[in-house]
């Protein structure tokens, strides 16, 4: 007997195939595809999904999802738009392995206006114990990457300096044993202290371990390099070419203040492909990008940790310092808007921009800034203005890609990709713009980067593959989040199976906590 019987489905299986209807049984979370339509065979449960679409399930391959999924398991805004594996521990920033619980802890508190914080008292010595938490105690699968941050705070420390040779070799170790307990690559975070103190030569004699041990490099490249257009993505093309790592860059688009057109960005990583570097990217369908808002602030305030920070943003000298190097990460502070306050007195401010909190406060916007992140412990996130969404669906589109949706978890008005990512994907750039087809863009979100992982048992409906499903309505599909409302869910997911266990039956969540904490087998 069948524990799960889907009946009349369009199946679109995630290898870029056509589509073609048939029945799918699911016994001991694996796949069984019924072609025969055989009325006799029995289930527990039955769907039938007439006029519906089954996919494998979605794969999210840059998830800002490392702690807060684990106070909020049920992970409504992701596993709502069919996502049923995240890619975790991106921008060079990670939770484990720490070698004191001090250091994580300051670490969750410097990130904390990307990745939240935890409302738990953790402490993930190895990677294994940072992956346990996940099994069976989440809605969706993760799937980790080691973040340099980690490696540099575990060996080197917090500071801006160059590592010794003992250093790297102590975090070649770190990284290596990481791999062995599950994690399936190296990132970096290359704007965000302390990994992006890291120098290339570094980051490569890293991606060299990380290659042994048949991992990837999945980078947020150093934006601020050189032209600040194309040689930060030359710089994660040497680190691949001198390391033999597959590279993955992420969030790639051309930023609306770009030097440059898009043309030169994807010709870049195409000549990088034809010389024989596996280079993958991905991107959002958002203009809207969103994190940290420490990160407004220069390297040497985050030069030995979040003490040195907090002195410095309390220090008035140093304010004016500050007031004559920072700049808006945006075309003027009325674009950079707040999110995530935990002081009541500060909720007033969720979704306003810089520049009218300092106006009703009487201030500079660099006092504004460094008051709320002393009173927030440093937890403020902002969204802002990102990609030409003229050019994003040049990026979409093309072959290399995949999705990440970089959505942050946190505050009232996140960017409205952490709601409708996926469904934008399918109901804009398929049904509606027809910018490529239903099979080649499912392919994008699941066999694509199953395969870029190494991921051998996902990502595609195949006879005993696991039991990762999504089945949606092609006419109603719709992400409904925007920017001034963006916390709504998406429309016109019906089922989402995870490792065999329907989590959202007819488009409600079930309450179901069912996923893994996938490992690499290399």
């Known amino acids: 007997m069948l524990d799960l019987l889907i009946k009349n489905a369009e199946i679109v299986d995630g290898s870029g195939n056509p589509s073609y209807k048939s029945n799918v049984g699911i016994i001991n979370n694996e796949i069984k595809i019924l072609r025969n339509h ?33 106070d909020e398991p049920l992970h409504e805004p992701k596993i709502t738009q069919g996502i049923t594996t995240e890619l975790i ?41 940072y992956l346990e938490a996940f099994h069976k ?94 040689d930060p993505f030359k710089e994660a093309i040497e680190i691949g070419e001198k390391s033999d790592i597959p590279v ?19 010709d870049l990583v195409e000549k990088s492909r034809e010389s024989g570097l596996d280079i993958t990217f991905d991107s959002y369908p958002y203009i809207y990008g969103s994190t940290r808002l420490i990160i407004m ?23 004016k310092k500050l007031k004559e190097e920072v700049a808006p990460r945006a075309l003027s502070w009325e674009q950079v808007w707040l999110t995530y306050f935990k002081l009541a007195k500060n909720h007033r401010y969720e979704g306003l921009s810089v520049g009218e909190i300092s106006r009703s406060r009487n201030q500079h916007p660099i006092d504004t ?9 440093l937890q403020t996130c902002y969204v802002a203005l990102g990609a030409n969404g003229n050019t994003i669906p040049k990026f979409i589109n093309h072959p290399l890609s995949m999705v990440g949706s970089d959505a942050v978890l946190l505050g009232d008005f996140p960017s409205p990709r952490t709601y409708g990512c996926f469904p934008t994907i399918i109901s804009e750039y398929v049904r509606e713009e027809k910018y490529m087809s239903l099979e080649y863009a499912i392919r994008k979100i699941t066999s694509f980067p199953a395969q870029k992982l190494g991921i051998r048992d996902r990502g595609l409906i195949k006879e005993n593959f696991k039991a990762d499903i999504t ?45 893994n904490a996938l490992k690499s087998d290399y």
Request: glycine share 10%; hydrophobic share 35%; charged share 25%.
């Open 38 to 70: 055989d009325s006799s065979i029995q289930a527990k449960k039955t769907i039938d999904a007439s006029g519906l679409t089954l996919t494998p399930g979605f794969i999210d391959f840059h998830a800002h999802t490392g702690l807060r999924i684990l």
């Open 89 to 129: 521990g991106v921008d060079g920033n990670s939770y484990a392995p720490f070698k004191t619980k001090k250091d994580l802890n300051e670490f969750i508190e410097l990130n904390s206006g990307l990745d939240g914080t935890i409302d738990q008292d953790v402490f993930w010595p190895s990677v294994e114990s």
């Open 137 to 230: 105690k989440t809605a969706v699968n993760i799937a980790y990457l080691v973040g340099n941050s980690v490696l540099r705070i575990n060996t080197v420390g917090w500071e801006n300096k160059k590592a010794t040779t003992d250093d790297i070799n102590n975090m070649k170790s770190i990284l290596r044993e990481s791999m062995e307990e599950g994690a399936f690559g190296l990132s970096t975070g290359l704007e965000y202290p302390p990994g992006n103190f890291a120098d290339t030569s570094e980051l490569i004699e890293l991606s060299k371990e990380a290659h042994k041990n048949g991992g990837i490099y999945h980078t947020h490249v150093r934006y601020e390099l050189g032209d600040k257009f194309l």
């Open 248 to 266: 993955h860059i992420t969030h790639l688009y051309q930023s609306s203040y770009s030097k440059g057109g898009a043309g030169k960005i994807l």
């Open 297 to 319: 602030l220069p390297d040497w305030t985050k030069d030995g940790g979040t003490n040195v920070l907090k002195s410095i943003l309390k220090s008035e000298e140093m304010r």
């Open 369 to 377: 800034i460094c008051d709320i992140l002393l009173e927030e412990d």
């Open 471 to 515: 089945i949606f309505d092609l006419n109603k599909i719709k992400s409904k989040a925007t920017k001034d409302n963006p916390k709504v869910f998406a429309e016109g997911i019906e089922y989402v199976i995870v490792n065999g266990e329907i989590i959202i039956n007819k488009g409600k969540h079930t309450k179901i906590l069912n996923g």
